[in-house]
């Protein structure tokens, strides 16, 4: 442990920053201290004022009032441009990498070496291949981004975002895509990196990954600081106590499995590397997949929903034997998918959520050529109160939404719909602590009511406590079945441990 | 005040009205019946094939090939009529359906084996244009029907029939947007194709349908183009996709998709006429008439894109104001 009590001026401070909106106050005399060769933690739920704090870090905002530091010395920051400059780097959830371009020209993009019009393709090379060195990874910088798996584009966007020498690193949810292994390595990325004597800002729901990593941590709520680096004791249980503030039931799990099998799976094999998948959900349960992230629960998933054809295999639903030709028809059947990927392959941004809730069964609005629209209003209204979206988001476009009710929404789409069997490809990502309550919630709510939930989630603890039963996923293959009780966490750990020998 | 000023319809209403005001402070005559009646006459073919655009538009399509289609279509039914005898109604059904037709071969093309819209229809804007001038040795064709002109010039209860084929038309297509699940599913499907897929829509299909109305549509304007003149000619409808696009663009539609008004899409089509009617009466040439068009496509879609932080000034500006205006 380094001594606590350094006089040496931190490399970057954050003194009593304030910022407000038109009537709202996003930041609220937020202080805290960066210091080098420290990864430091900021935790909060959506809405928090984490975005505000680092756009201003960023010279995306302009503060209202207090003071940004480096070096002990005021600076002020009125652009992007003006950040890099200042040494401040970001990675965020979205990439910002063009994937068409090389590794390379993705890392000094905007910035390339050379003189006037030509590009010295060779030092480009070259200082690419001495980022890739700081960072202790391998990657060609020859190759297309395109062609590189997501945890790799994640590291480039990192070697990237160090390739001017920054003395702040910011991460914004940078795991959201990677797997176990790959989470382990950006942490040992990150890691080297303070031990360069960099100062890192790392911001992730994942709050045992938090735990992993970081030296100290700071959270806010409600735009204000509530538990500065000094007090809050890394642990998980810490850091949900500080951010919701209250120790509360983590995962509310209800057991409702009844006795009739619902859902029926039968050697499922797809082009999309699903080979051998059979399963039973009975009425009522929550049947978890575990696995990797690249392992093949979400291609089970879409072979359930109708999306990858089957090659081989049988589905049915409460003993009828379906044939899925398209989604449409999985839908017509009862069966729901919550898909990984909110943003691009759930949501309508074009819409409100009462069109997004009722997209997939208009059906219900009475005749096709006569939708009665009051009825909407009244049906999604019903669903707004029972899945708690709160009441400023009702009429608003769903873009305008936070994550937790966004993901409310997409379930709320299939409650509409009246769905049975529940697919639920990681619905708690990216969602804050009490979104993902409600989440679980509803999850409870959906087995009480007699329907089946498939879940699938890279996070353990979350599969672990919600799960009745556990598949394990790999390679497309179901290799194991257990009661949720009889599955240990290093029980998914060593499956994808058993992954990468194999692959 | 701000309510109105978020309204979908403010921005297109409040450019036509500058538009109206200019064309009407620089010319005495633009204000004259007759020319009013003109402008009906002359906005009925634009707006009717504007809705066509809207629909293929809100699937984040494209349609460049109703100028085209209406060349063609103009031929097709001139000699139809005219020389191989088909009864005047039953040439004006065939003729429709036959736009329909040539707008399922767009839709197949770009739905199902998934050519982007843009290339599609490009080709269709050559392609049908070229089969235009294989009918009646590429000559138009003059003095179709003695009854047909009355389609076009007749009045009823004082006014042009033409517009009441509009109002008509543009009453069918907002009730359809409106209050059918056809209508939800185009704007789900141009809004996010991937989720219209996974929550059980028939995208293809609804892509599909869309290029088919356009079809429609553009049959519906042959019908009316070659009423107005009385004849066929490859040469009808050059440039006129520009101009459907254009209404429905100044009406707010997104090109991305998911997002349009056909309300807007009128007072679009009504813009781009009066704008045109106003330097005509001004004796603009026809060149630098192109050019403002241009400028307006611009404009409208660049303050459509800027609403929000207009309208943040606009407010910013209202509150430093003390008291209530």
Not at chain 2, 255 to 270: E, K, Q
Request: with cysteine; net charge neutral; aromatic share 6%.
């Amino acid at each position: 442990m380094p001594d606590q009590t350094k006089s040496a001026v931190p490399v970057w401070e954050v003194r009593n920053l304030t910022k407000r909106f038109a009537g709202i106050v996003a930041n609220d005399s937020v202080s805290l201290v960066l210091e080098r060769g420290k990864i430091h933690g900021l935790l909060g739920e959506n809405g928090c004022g984490k975005s505000t704090l680092i756009k201003m870090l960023m010279g995306v905002f302009r503060p209202s009032g207090g003071e940004i530091l480096r070096d002990g010395k005021p600076v002020t920051i009125p652009g992007p441009m003006a950040a890099r400059a200042a040494g401040v780097a970001a990675v965020f959830q979205e990439f910002s990498l063009v994937p068409t371009l090389t590794v390379a020209e993705n890392i000094w993009l905007g910035n390339l070496p050379g003189r006037r019009t030509r590009v010295d393709w060779q030092a480009m090379r070259d200082s690419a291949t001495e980022v890739m060195s700081r960072l202790s990874v391998s990657i060609d910088p020859e190759a297309i981004v395109a062609d590189l798996s997501v945890a790799d584009q994640q590291l480039v966007e990192i070697a990237k975002a160090i390739a001017t020498d920054a003395s702040m690193l910011i991460l914004d949810e940078p795991t959201t895509a990677l797997g176990l292994e790959e989470i382990h390595e950006l942490h040992r990325v990150l890691r080297g990196l303070a031990a360069q004597n960099k100062a890192v800002l790392y911001i992730s729901h994942r709050l045992d990954e938090v735990e992993e990593l970081v030296d100290c941590v700071t959270v806010l709520k409600d735009g204000r600081v509530v538990s500065t680096a000094a007090e809050t004791e890394v642990s998980v249980e810490a850091f949900v106590a500080a951010m919701i503030g209250e120790v509360s039931n983590h995962y509310p799990k209800t057991v409702n499995t009844r006795e009739d099998v619902l859902l029926e799976a039968h050697g499922l094999r797809t082009a999309n590397r699903v080979r051998d998948v059979s399963f039973t959900v009975r009425a009522g349960e929550v049947f978890g997949l575990g696995g990797v992230l690249g392992s093949g629960r979400t291609e089970i998933a879409r072979a359930l929903f109708g999306v990858d054809p089957l090659l081989a295999g049988t589905i049915s639903v409460a003993g009828e034997a379906l044939r899925l030709r398209s989604p449409a028809d999985a839908v017509a059947a009862g069966i729901a998918l919550v898909p990984e990927n909110r943003k691009s392959d759930g949501l309508f941004f074009n819409f409100q959520g009462q069109q997004n809730m009722s997209v997939a069964a208009l059906s219900r609005l009475g005749s096709p050529l006569a939708m009665r629209l009051r009825e909407e209003t009244r049906l999604t209204h019903d669903l707004y109160d029972r899945l708690e979206v709160s009441a400023s988001a009702k009429d608003r476009l769903v873009g305008l939404l936070s994550g937790g009710n966004q993901q409310k929404i997409v379930i709320g789409r299939w409650l509409f719909a009246g769905a049975r069997v529940f697919l639920l490809d990681e619905p708690t990502q990216g969602i804050d602590v009490g979104a993902r309550t409600a989440v679980y919630n509803l999850i409870n709510e959906l087995t009480a009511a007699g329907h089946a939930v498939v879940l699938i989630s890279s996070d353990d603890n979350e599969l672990l406590a919600m799960s009745d039963r556990i598949g394990i996923v790999s390679h497309g293959r179901l290799v194991d079945i257990r009661a949720a009780a009889d599955v240990k966490k290093s029980d998914l750990v060593r499956a994808s441990s058993s992954q990468e020998a194999a692959a | 005040m701000t309510a109105l000023l978020r309204s979908p319809v403010i921005a297109p209403l409040a450019a036509l009205l500058i538009v109206t005001a200019i064309a009407a402070l620089t010319t005495p005559r633009f204000l004259d019946a007759g020319n009013l009646s003109n402008l009906a006459l002359q906005v009925s073919i634009v707006a009717i094939v504007a809705i066509g655009s809207t629909f293929v538009i809100l699937i984040a399509g494209i349609d460049l090939s109703p100028g085209s289609a209406i060349a063609l279509l103009t031929m097709i039914f001139a000699v139809s009529v005219k020389f191989q005898g088909v009864p005047l109604p039953l040439a004006i059904l065939l003729t429709i359906a036959l736009g329909a037709g040539l707008g399922a071969f767009n839709g197949f093309l770009t739905a199902y084996l998934r050519i982007p819209a843009f290339i599609t229809t490009l080709a269709a804007l050559s392609a049908f244009r070229g089969m235009a001038f294989l009918f009646n040795n590429g000559s138009p064709v003059f003095s179709v029907h003695d009854a047909l002109e009355g389609i076009f010039y007749g009045t009823f209860l004082g006014l042009p029939l033409p517009l009441y084929y509009l109002v008509l038309l543009y009453a069918v297509a907002w009730y359809v947007l409106r209050y059918t699940a056809f209508g939800r599913a185009l704007y789900a499907v141009g809004g996010n194709p991937n989720a219209a897929d996974l929550s059980g829509l028939k995208v293809r299909r609804i892509q599909f349908y869309a290029f088919v109305i356009a079809g429609a549509m553009a049959g519906i304007g042959a019908v009316l183009m070659a009423a107005r003149l009385n004849s066929g000619s490859p040469n009808y409808g050059v440039g006129l996709e520009l101009s459907a696009i254009a209404a429905a663009v100044i009406g707010g539609a997104s090109l991305a998709g998911g997002r349009g008004n056909i309300i807007n899409t009128v007072i679009g089509a009504l813009t781009i006429v009066i704008v045109q009617n106003g330097l005509n009466l001004n004796a603009v040439p026809t060149s630098v008439q192109t050019i403002v068009i241009g400028a307006i496509i611009v404009t409208a879609v660049g303050l459509d894109m800027w609403r929000n932080e207009i309208g943040g000034v606009l407010r910013g500006l209202a509150a430093t104001r003390p008291g209530k205006s």
